[in-house]
């Protein structure tokens, strides 16, 4: 099954789930990028294909409008998404923002997608620890230490093919849904058999206190 057919199936799924559930529209796929870097390659691609297959990605330059609180906004979609890719680029770390972004990830237990473009991990590293404050460095190292220790995609945009990197990104996103998918699924028939069982036992509680409510009224009667 191509990775057109997949995601097709994906969206299925999320329809029939959808259908007994108030509509929303959070985002899919957030896009953490540094844009002096990537905006106008490998993120814009991105964006374009995850939306040519009926995606929900978000990336800041098509998602937010004038009026748009940044950090509102931005955190929401993070908090409402199923998945972030994150693209490391040369002057990721120079920006605050993207390193909140993947602060902000690592903590709402996302599962990410580290896409190190033209950088290696090891040279990840927040670079300005004077204008930051202790806790947010605190926050972006850790951050950074995970993404480290996360198996991820390289790219060398001088030898690499921007298609192929999108493509096969793509194809990552595609089974990493599918997973969360699955797991919200799985979560849901526990939650539901918990319920479930929980409500069994406190009938069967009910029916064997009966007699002894009763027999309790027939003690108290006689005084």
């Known amino acids: 099954m ?26 899919d796929v957030f896009i953490n990028h540094r844009g002096i870097d990537t905006k106008r390659t490998v993120a814009s691609l991105l964006y374009d294909h995850l939306s040519r297959l009926n995606l929900r990605p978000f990336l800041d330059s098509k998602n937010m409008k004038p009026g748009d609180k940044l950090f509102e906004k931005i955190d929401g979609a993070i908090r409402d998404c ?19 972004e993947l602060a902000l990830l690592m903590e709402s237990r996302k599962k990410i ?12 590293r927040v670079l300005d620890t004077r204008s930051v404050p202790e806790m947010a460095v605190k926050r972006f190292n850790a951050a950074l230490e995970e993404a480290k220790f996360t198996v991820g995609v390289t790219f060398d945009s001088v030898k690499g093919n921007w298609s192929d990197v999108v493509t096969s990104v793509s194809d990552i996103v595609i089974d990493s849904l599918m997973e ?5 699924q799985l979560r849901r028939r526990s939650t539901l058999m918990e319920v479930q069982e929980e409500e069994q036992l406190r009938r069967r509680g009910t029916r064997i206190s009966f007699p002894n409510v009763a027999r309790a009224s027939q003690i108290v009667g006689r005084y």
């Open 2 to 27: 191509n990775h057109s057919s997949r995601a097709m199936s994906l969206i299925q799924r999320q329809v029939l789930n959808q259908r007994s559930r108030p509509i929303r529209t959070p985002c």
């Open 82 to 100: 199923k998945v972030g890719v994150t693209v490391f680029s040369p002057r990721y770390c120079e920006s605050y923002f993207c390193l909140h």
């Open 113 to 124: 997608i580290p896409l190190f473009c033209d950088i290696k991990p090891s040279e990840l």
């Open 180 to 184: 969360v998918q699955e797991e919200e």
